[in-house]
């Protein structure tokens, strides 16, 4: 469970995200949100990730973030299959598949056809 401090943390780090906050770096953002959570200048924000509740919580973050994109994603995919001249279609299918798989949509397809297929089995009748 997160501290006051580490929500602060985590909320201003994930709103700079979110809101495309300009940066020179994760590090520069990172510093930026512990600044706004009250941590001392002195201290190092890279630390602050190590605490396994901050990164659980950006961790989950980031899958919700991904899954909320997942229709998007879904929607260039058809785009791209109604108007396959669409410039730089790759890319889009590309980008639109990693949303989709790293959202758990395509990956849990997957899992459920390799589970159904690594359960079946055959049985051959016996030659006369």
Known sequence: MLNDKQQ???????RSIVENDSF?????RAKAASLKAGYAES???MLI????????????FSYGYLAMHG??????????????TTPQAKVKLDAAKEVLD?????????DSITEDQTRSIIIIPAKN
Do not use: T, W
Request: hydrophobic fraction near 45%.
């Open 24 to 28: 020179s770096s994760e590090y520069a």
């Open 8 to 14: 602060a943390f985590v909320d201003e780090f994930i």
């Open 49 to 60: 990730f190590k605490s396994q509740d901050v990164a659980r919580a950006i961790s989950e």
């Open 43 to 45: 201290s190092n924000p």
């Open 71 to 84: 229709l998007k994603a879904a929607n260039a995919i058809l785009g791209v299959m109604d108007n396959p």
């Open 102 to 110: 790293r959202g758990g949509v395509g990956k849990r397809v997957l």
